[in-house]
């Protein structure tokens, strides 16, 4: 199972979708690993995929670097902070918290869909008529 797991979420990762949220809910479902657990095995399964990413995208030459520091710097400020609350927060407080956080990100994902859905359909319109 977990070979699987990790495949999965190493392709999503890869993609730049966050296989990290992909993974934390598969442990926590299918596994039934404890939120807090699943988290941190997801800041250890971050490490060498992300290593794997930056160089297969400095390859690419797709990083821009100036932009790269600046969230690196604050990236590593919010990460401690996020760590300090939630080693604090209760199990079933974090898992209604990262709840609520897929829920955000599935709405602006539809959102973005549609969105890109009625443009096209406008350009299409456009087209037709001339």
Known sequence: MEIIFGFIAGIVSALGMGGGTILILLLTIFMGIEQ???QATNLIFFVPTSIAAIIMNIKNKKINWKISKTIV??????????????????????????????????????????????????????????
């Not at 990262?98 to 456009?126: C, D, M, P, R, V």
Request: aromatic content about 14%; charged content about 15%; overall charge positive.
């Open 73 to 130: 710097i604050y990236g590593i400020i919010g990460a401690i902070i996020g760590s300090i609350i939630s080693i604090n927060l209760e199990t079933k407080i974090l898992k209604k918290v990262f709840g609520i956080f897929l829920f955000i990100i599935a709405f602006f994902q539809i959102y973005e869909i549609y969105t890109s859905y009625t443009k096209s359909k406008k350009t299409n319109n456009k087209n037709m008529k001339t």
């Open 36 to 38: 807090h657990v699943s």
